[in-house]
């Protein structure tokens, strides 16, 4: 996998520090406490677990000792980008079904396309998905140069996009009316989805402080941010 976090060993981060171990699930002491639902609804890959005195032999390392935090940055880094661009077909979807629900659906004495409020939708979910897209194709890209500012896009695309695509589910579902919180349609799962990749694979707020420490860390030794030409 490319990696993509350049090597960090501060020590006042605990970077550099840890190690990432296999540990089996039928290890002695490894304890499956609960399933955890989402959402209201049962998940049995959720799960809560309690490690009890549990051992595993030196083998089961994975890479070496003060790797860990690399090793899980190697993970989420290409991760994070795969996760945008399933977002991004998902919002592809929901924006197909509001403009058909918008050229289709008749009120007031005239099909929702009329209507200058729909109309705000479909123009404002066209520029959510557009620079979704070429936010993902910028991130995506820098990854495989291996670029050093492939680590600020990610965190960017991580905050961007899954925001974007609960704005366009959100406003694909006020078109459909009752419908679009129905089990008739998807919209419903998507935007339980969206609002779930906010959190997972890191918050925002944790992302956003990151972006902020890149860009003064460049301000700071070169004087500024090269957007490109
Ligand atoms: C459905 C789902 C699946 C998941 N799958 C996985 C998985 O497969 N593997 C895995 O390792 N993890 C997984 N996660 C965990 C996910 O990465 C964490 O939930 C997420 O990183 C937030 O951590 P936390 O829940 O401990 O919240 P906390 O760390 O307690 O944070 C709570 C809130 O505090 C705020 N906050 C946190 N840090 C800061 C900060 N520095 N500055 C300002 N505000 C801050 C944010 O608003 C944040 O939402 C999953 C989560 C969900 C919901």
Redesign the pocket.
């Known amino acids: 996998m490319t990696r993509v976090v350049e090597a960090d060993h501060d020590p006042a981060s605990g970077r550099g520090q840890m190690a990432q171990l296999i540990v089996p699930t039928d290890a002695p002491g490894v304890n499956i406490v609960r399933g955890v639902g989402?959402w209201g609804r049962p998940t049995s890959d959720?799960v809560e677990v309690r490690y009890e005195d549990v051992r595993v032999p030196a083998s089961n390392l994975l890479g070496a000792v003060g790797q860990g935090h690399q090793a899980a940055q190697d993970r989420l880094g290409a991760g994070r980008v795969f996760h945008c661009m399933n977002s991004i077909g998902q919002m592809w979807r929901a924006f197909d079904l509001m403009v058909e629900r918008a050229t289709t659906r008749t009120v007031h004495g005239g099909p929702l396309q009329d209507k200058q409020f729909v109309q705000g939708f479909i123009a404002d979910s066209y520029m959510d998905i557009s620079a979704a897209r070429l936010m993902t194709i910028q991130a995506a890209e820098r990854v495989a140069r291996n670029d050093r500012g492939a680590r600020t896009d990610i965190s960017s695309i991580k905050v961007f996009v899954p925001a974007a695509y609960s704005r366009v589910v959100d406003r694909a579902i006020q078109v459909w009316g009752a419908a679009g919180v129905s089990s008739d349609l998807p919209l419903s799962g998507m935007y339980l989805g969206a609002r779930?990749l906010r959190?997972?694979?890191?918050?925002?707020?944790?992302h956003k402080?990151l972006i902020a420490k890149h860009v003064l860390d460049r301000y700071a030794t070169e004087g500024g941010w090269d957007f490109g030409n």
């Open positions: 989402i959720h779930t959190l997972a694979d890191g918050p925002d707020e944790v402080v």
